[in-house]
């Protein structure tokens, strides 16, 4: 894959996950400002419950995030698309599905 096309991808990612961040964002400041209303009685369990939800997919957001970093770093020192692991080359397909793949489909099913 050249340069420009994992440029482009690695943008992309980053775009599509700090959008999600934001949603997750916006979607926590409006359960907690509708947990402070007054109304029915609801059950207390649920706002404790939808904001571990809610921060379980920011931590996964932000480790996303975090990878696409890597990839990027990767990319800028020449690495990327090769395996992290073992050096051997990383198929197109498997970077155009995952554009931060770190490693070959096979070391990744390895434990």
Do not use: C, F, H
């Not at 939808?50 to 020192?77: P, T």
């Amino acid at each position: 894959m050249d340069n420009e096309r994992a440029a482009a991808l690695l943008k992309a990612e980053r775009e599509r996950v700090t959008s999600l961040l934001e949603q997750r964002t916006a979607i926590r400041d409006a359960e907690k400002q509708a947990a402070g209303e007054t109304g029915d009685w609801i059950d207390r369990a649920v706002p404790l419950t939808s904001e571990e939800i809610n921060d379980a997919l920011a931590k996964s957001l932000k480790a996303r995030l975090d990878a696409v970093g890597r990839a990027e770093k990767r990319l800028a020192n020449g690495t990327y698309g090769v395996s992290v692991r073992s050096g051997q080359p990383i198929p197109e397909e498997r970077l155009e599905a995952d554009p931060t793949a770190e490693l070959t489909v096979e070391e990744a099913r390895r434990p």
